[in-house]
């Protein structure tokens, strides 16, 4: 007679319809020995009722039987998460989630990892670290391959300025310099989702934080300084610290959605500026009495966070739009659809 049991696992890699589950414990430990390691499948239900699948870093409930079979049942409450706008073209049951997709969850750290070379840019920092915000989890910069840069203090400090709200890392994997200063989040059960550019160092990072070669690394072009991703799918493994590392290749778009609160607690001292200005509808580009044309002109506020601020604004506000179109779309495809026109 088979005998089923119900068991809380969590998801370390999604490959097509099959998800490789790491069963834990009541307090969610999960127990990291590959040999209890289970590969299941989604109930009938996710497809019936057009419910989101379950992503890398999720907990899950899962129904096991003496046969081997895993069957997800559920997918628990989400403490973070990742989402991008879904572009994927899911069939009529998963219309309802057309506008975002979740694509990692349950972080509680993300390190944005970039270069102090020519990927370098205080623009993309702001963005990956406003978006960081919207999900709860704690900001990290990770300016990375500080031996090749003659002015690391200085660009540790401008990256500060633009992220007050994250903390900002210098460090180098090849001659070691800053690492010790990543050790406050290296803690046992914690997780740490990476992001980032291909090419700036987050493998060559992950196996000097692991003392292993854990992760292959492929070398950047001198010309451009870019390289190609190292990792092709997103999964979650662990360090030999007990640290539980997301790579998550293919993040380079996340957050177009709605990313407005993000941007405006990493620029708090932007908005807070607005509330001192003498007209409710002010534009901040002739009226008088306004705080930002003031602050910019007394340098307060400099020019280039003024313009990085605006410019997050404007790339959300095309995101939201565009998946207004999607979503539009969307309904009138399946309204043909069911006229049966042949679309």
Same mark, same amino acid.
């Given at each position: ?6 068991? +809380? ?37 996710? *497809? ?14 899962? +129904? ?7 069957? +997800? ?41 970039? @270069?102090?070379?020519?990927? *370098? ?22 300016? @990375? ?25 210098? +460090?180098? @994997?090849?001659?070691? *310099? ?166």
């Amino acid at each position: 007679m088979k005998t089923n049991n119900t068991i +809380i696992a969590r998801v370390s890699c999604v490959q097509k319809n099959l998800f490789t589950l790491l069963p834990c414990g009541e307090d969610k430990s999960v127990n990291a020995d590959a040999d209890t390691e289970l590969l299941g499948k989604l109930k009938g239900k996710f *497809y019936n009722l057009g419910l989101e699948p379950p992503v890398v870093g999720d907990y899950v409930k899962v +129904i096991t039987n003496d046969y081997g079979d895993a069957m +997800i049942d559920e997918v628990l409450p989400r403490t973070t998460a990742f989402k991008r706008p879904n572009r994927s073209g899911h069939s009529e049951g998963y219309v309802k989630n057309l506008l975002e997709e979740t694509i990692v969850a349950n972080f509680d750290y993300v390190f944005i990892v970039t @270069s102090l070379n020519q990927d *370098y840019s205080e623009n993309r920092i702001a963005r990956y670290v406003s978006i960081t915000l919207q999900t709860g989890a704690k900001p990290v910069v990770i300016l @990375s391959k500080a031996d090749l840069c003659d002015d690391v203090e200085l660009k540790v400090e401008i990256t500060q300025a633009v992220c007050d709200k994250a903390d900002v890392i210098a +460090i180098s @994997s090849l001659t070691g *310099y800053g690492i010790e200063k990543l050790e406050p989040y290296l803690q046992k059960g914690k997780t740490i989702a990476i992001v980032g550019s291909s090419g700036v160092g987050k493998s060559t990072l992950l196996n000097t934080l692991n003392g292993d070669n854990l992760m292959k690394v492929n070398h950047i072009r001198d010309a451009d300084g870019k390289g190609r991703h190292t990792t092709t799918y997103r999964h979650l493994f662990q360090l030999q610290n007990g640290v539980w590392i997301m790579d998550t290749p293919g993040l380079r778009e996340i957050g177009v959605l709605d990313m407005e609160d993000g941007i405006d607690e990493t620029f708090s001292d932007v908005v807070s500026l607005f509330d001192q200005c003498k007209f409710n509808d002010c534009s901040h580009t002739k009226e008088p009495g306004c705080a930002v044309l003031k602050a910019l002109a007394d340098g307060t506020l400099s020019e280039e966070r003024w313009a990085t601020y605006l410019q997050l604004h404007q790339e959300n506000e095309w995101g939201k739009a565009k998946m207004m179109q999607i979503a539009k779309f969307t309904r009138e495809y399946q309204k043909n659809r069911y006229k049966g026109w042949d679309v």
